[in-house]
């Protein structure tokens, strides 16, 4: 074999992903023969990795001992996190697990599963499954917890694992921190960790429990879904990106000759494009879109585990900071729902302008789902009517505490049978009466010294510099601060109700910007504005 580590061998696959596949059988080798050690991180969604190279079975077997540490633990403060009285209920309560599309997804669960029926849990296996469909079926299982093995939108080379608790909500620092402090003190004490393959594999179909999760919630409407697509009109494309998404809309709709769907073929390499519900990507599905003839037309890219998702209506695209607007303005106005609205600090500042004459609160959150958790559970003292950020996730009242692109969609279904308007044809009226809304993101690289609490520190000073009041100059134009949020980096709020927020990366040597404009022609001042805030702060 002529590659040296899974690294390079992935290199050659991605060049080509048709010749590369004849390669995977060498990414295999890496991941069940490599021992190196990892650091193992959960970020903002779970733990992830290059396969073969720090994602391999052996830092698997590493993570799942410190899962089942932490289970055998009865540490009160993890077990009421997860949701559970002691181990003794997780063994019985039992776990759910499965995977996306990912190459090795299957043999990564049988690992799981082996290690956990060694220690007498109930395990479900679950198969090619979608992230709310493992949120879904805790709860209808009332199970402890699932074990998810999916990077999400990450590349092709990557693989992850996503930990939720018996609530079905993405695992918080509280679970998270303990499995990584765990599983990095079983690296410093373990060469090498004997594998535990399942002695039975009870399986269980989650679309199954989906579907009738989302009946008993009622949030959708599927009977009015199902006459619009069945006798309206309309024509609408789901492009699944090949992800564990595919085969689900015709399981909850049935075969309806109005709906394409593409991208649908197994292809661990996801045909050489990042498995992400971008803009760029959303080509290929606006392109099947203007080759119909039909009034109403919808369009739909979802990303593998099936929790993040994009809009089209053939004229234009509308990502997530205007869909999760427009799905506040309906569920609240058109389905009578009383609440809050939820949203990440980085997420367009259009809802608040249709919340704030609606009288609806608005709370922003850092980035992150897992931090909507208190918004959305039953018991909320506020909760939310929406729940959503600019990444492209989306859930809503009484449903799911993760992200969910199946939901998304069939929402986004019943608001054009509903409204009798295209997607854009909704967000242009709701601009028109509530103000029109340009957001965009960005980012800049630093120096590699300027990294972790010495880039947090300096960019905190920005609340030193900027006060509320203060004026700031946007282009030729001359701006008052009205607001600052700090929730996660500083997100400075003008007078026009434009903004900018400096966040720095959690992960490398960057900041990120995320700003709004009133105009489509402003943005390129706020992008400046922001980039001269931070050289002036770090003094670059």
């Known amino acids: 074999m002529k590659y040296k580590n899974a690294s390079e061998c992935w290199q050659d696959i991605l060049l080509d992903s048709k010749k590369g596949k004849d390669l995977l059988k060498y990414i295999e080798k890496f991941a069940r023969e490599n ?28 993570v799942i001992s410190s899962i089942i540490k932490l289970f055998k633990s009865n540490d009160k403060s993890v077990m009421d996190a997860i949701g559970v009285r002691d181990f003794e209920d997780i063994q019985k309560k039992g776990v759910i697990v499965g995977h996306d599309n990912r190459f090795l997804g299957h043999e990564f669960a049988m690992e799981i599963i082996g290690f956990l029926q060694k220690e007498g849990v109930k395990t479900w296996y679950a198969g090619e499954a979608t992230t709310p469909e493992f949120s879904a079926g ?74 009738k999760y989302i009946e008993e919630r009622k949030m959708i409407d599927l009977k009015k879904i199902k006459e619009f697509v069945n006798s309206k009109d309309c024509f609408i494309c789901i492009d699944n990106v090949h992800g564990a998404s595919r085969g689900r809309i015709q399981r909850i709709l049935g075969v309806v000759p109005t709906i394409k769907f593409i991208r649908t073929e197994d292809d661990y390499l996801f045909g ?27 369009g739909f890219i979802i990303d593998p585990d099936g929790d993040r998702i994009r809009f089209a209506d053939g004229s234009m695209q509308i990502p997530m900071n205007y869909f ?25 500042n259009f809802v608040n302008a249709i919340a704030c004459k609606l009288g609806v609160p608005v709370i922003e959150t850092k980035v992150g ?12 003292s506020q909760r939310a009517i929406v729940a959503f950020e600019e990444s492209d996730g ?42 029109f809304y340009y957001p965009d993101r960005s980012g800049m690289s630093l120096p590699k010294q300027l990294v972790g609490n010495v ?3 300096r960019l905190n000073s920005i609340k030193e510099r900027y006060k509320v009041g203060s004026k700031i100059q946007i282009g030729s134009a001359q701006r008052v601060i009205k607001d600052i949020i700090d929730v996660d980096g500083i997100k400075l709020i003008f007078d026009d109700e434009s903004w900018l927020m400096i966040r720095p990366s959690g992960t490398e040597p960057k900041v990120r910007f995320y700003i709004e404009s009133r105009t489509l022609d402003g943005k390129k001042a706020v992008f400046e504005a922001a980039e001269q805030i931070t050289k002036e702060v770090l003094k670059m």
């Open 369 to 380: 789902f897992k931090n909507f958790r208190n918004y959305m559970t039953k018991n909320s």
């Open 455 to 457: 880039l947090i520190d």
């Open 138 to 211: 805790i709860e209808m299982l009332k199970a402890a917890c699932s074990i998810n093995l999916t990077p999400s939108h990450n590349p092709a080379n990557y693989a992850g694992l996503k930990f939720n608790p018996a609530d079905g909500g993405p695992a918080g620092p509280e679970i998270t921190s303990k499995i990584e402090a765990l599983a990095n003190e079983i690296t410093e004490e373990t060469l090498d960790i004997e594998p535990f393959l399942p002695k039975e594999v009870l399986k269980v179909d989650l679309t199954e429990l989906y579907i």
């Open 394 to 435: 989306i859930s809503a009242y009484n449903h799911t505490l993760e992200k969910d692109a199946i939901f998304g969609l069939l929402l986004a279904i019943e608001m054009v049978a509903d409204t009798g308007l295209n997607l854009g044809e909704y967000l242009y009226k709701l601009m028109q009466e509530y103000g």
């Open 324 to 348: 999760g607007a427009m799905a506040f303005h309906y569920l609240h106005l058109y389905k009578g729902i009383k609440g809050i609205v939820a949203k990440s600090v980085g997420t367009s």
């Open 272 to 298: 050489g494009v990042a498995p992400e519900p971008s803009q760029e990507n959303m080509a290929f599905v606006e392109d099947v879109l203007r080759s119909s003839t039909a009034h109403f037309k919808l």
């Open 35 to 62: 021992k190196t050690p990892a650091k193992i991180t959960f970020g903002t969604s779970g733990w992830r990795g290059e396969i073969g190279t720090d994602f391999t079975f052996h830092n698997l077997r590493v």
